[in-house]
């Protein structure tokens, strides 16, 4: 990479905004005061907690949606409509299932006026690249999650763009092949045999972005500005086990993990705060109950306060397993984080300490007045005569600040919790849920 590549700009963000409205009219800021730059020759990270504003920063960026206020740039232009420069590769693979893998390469070619020998020949070009040569005729259904992702990437490289944008493109794969396709994607990189300029992508995991990234973003959460800039300049391939390697993931673990408010704020937040607070603006840390009892225990045995990193290595957990799990413990009050550090509450003392129904009591009284999902779900379901709503409602409702995977992934972890504190139940077969007699006086 030259000192002069360095230096030429492909998209650029300025002071972008992006405010959404609540359903009861207020604004909701997203992102505030964004200033970005990539440049050719350079993988950038994006690395957020849910509520960063991650996702919607790089819809921002490929023009899919407009900034609020600021201005979005391809090569020194700004943004009217979709970035011409961009292609994207999602998370949930996106594929059109009555199509072939071919079919489905070659469908952004079809969108582009491309005529169909060339289609072909690119399509078929891009399939070899991305090692799916022999599956040109196969149907997503035929197809691991793996090679529905390579269609997706293949889909992707075959319109030869500047800048590939990459949305948590292996969240969605177990470890094995989410790992194997991160060095594919170093090797085609590094090879200089990937037909981009440059790639940015969205992640919460700080050790992919560790792998991938030659700058990583931090972004803070409610609304999402940029909190860190980070250079990586560890030679590719990368070495998870080197001292460098774990030293750049403490330092952005740290930054990620550190609070802007002062420690006793998860006990002492008043409760006007807290009532202020939505399910867009809060969202519901995917943890469990029980693997949130399971690190209350661990920190209790631990003196009830240690290290997030220390914390980690007691579990042999990777860091970013453990922020759901601190999370969950933060928003319910069961704990706090300061400096890196996670300390027991006494309201997380009493949750440790207690029976399992008196566990399944306090649990409810803290997920239905801190947890905005989990309260929006029982004040909603309190104000029907039947205490009955389709799931619909509330999934439309998330729409307004999440993708479709996400909402559904807040709904899960609301129904999980609901039913563990026996707050309301929710019937799959009619998508239904159901309040729990007396469920509303927790609130």
């Known amino acids: 990479m030259t000192e002069s590549s360095e230096r030429v700009t492909i998209v650029e963000a300025d002071g972008v905004t992006k405010t959404f409205t609540t359903p009861d009219g207020r604004a909701l800021p997203v992102l505030d005061d964004i200033g970005l730059r ?40 700004p943004l009217t409509a979709a970035n011409p420069g961009v292609a994207m590769v999602f998370q949930s693979f996106a594929l059109l299932p009555w199509l072939t893998v071919q079919q489905n390469v070659e469908l952004s070619l079809q969108a582009r006026g491309v005529e169909e020998a060339e289609r072909r020949e690119r399509a078929l070009r891009a399939i070899d690249l991305i090692g799916l040569d022999g599956f040109e005729g196969a149907y997503p259904k035929e197809l691991s999650g793996g090679m529905r992702q390579r269609v997706g990437f293949a889909r992707a490289l075959v319109v030869e763009p500047d800048s590939l ?38 992640t919460h995991n700080i050790e992919e ?23 990586v300049e560890l030679p590719r391939p990368r070495d998870r086990r080197t001292p460098q390697f774990e030293a750049l993931v403490d330092t952005v673990y740290g930054i990620l993990t550190g609070r802007e408010e002062a420690p006793s704020a998860a006990v002492a937040e008043p409760a006007a705060a807290r009532s202020a607070a939505t399910p867009v603006s809060t969202p519901l840390p995917p943890a469990s109950v029980g693997g949130l009892a399971g690190l209350l225990e661990i920190l209790l045995s631990m003196g009830g306060e240690e290290g997030l990193a220390e914390i980690a290595d ?38 440790s300490a207690a029976d399992i129904l008196t566990s399944k009591q306090l649990f409810a009284r803290h997920a239905a007045r801190r947890a905005p999902l989990v309260r929006a779900i029982v004040q909603s379901l309190a104000a029907k005569d039947s205490q009955k709503l389709r799931e ?52």
């Open 38 to 77: 990539l440049h050719e020759g350079e993988i950038v990270a994006l690395l957020g907690k849910s509520g960063s504003g991650k996702s919607t920063l790089l819809r921002c960026l490929a023009g899919l949606i407009s900034p609020s206020s600021g201005t979005v740039s391809y090569r020194g232009r």
């Open 165 to 202: 944008f990459m949305d948590e493109p292996f969240s969605a794969l177990d470890v094995l092949t989410a790992e194997n396709l991160r060095n594919e994607l170093v090797g085609l990189w590094e090879g200089h045999a990937a037909p981009v300029k440059s790639i940015l992508i969205v």
């Open 209 to 231: 972005a560790v792998l991938l990234a030659d700058r990583i973003l931090v972004l803070s959460s409610n609304p999402g500005r940029i909190r860190a800039e980070l250079t």
């Open 314 to 351: 007691e579990l042999n957990f990777e860091v970013d397993d453990l922020l759901p799990l601190v999370d969950a413990a933060v928003l319910l009050g069961f704990a706090t984080v300061s400096a890196g550090r996670l300390a027991i509450t006494p309201e997380g003392r009493e949750f």
């Open 392 to 443: 619909d409602f509330f999934v439309d409702l998330l729409r307004r600040g999440y993708d479709s995977i996400d909402a559904g992934r807040q709904l899960e972890t609301a129904i999980a919790w609901g039913r563990y504190g026996e707050l309301y139940d929710y019937d799959a077969d009619d998508t239904e849920f159901a309040l729990e007699p007396g469920a509303e006086a927790y609130l």
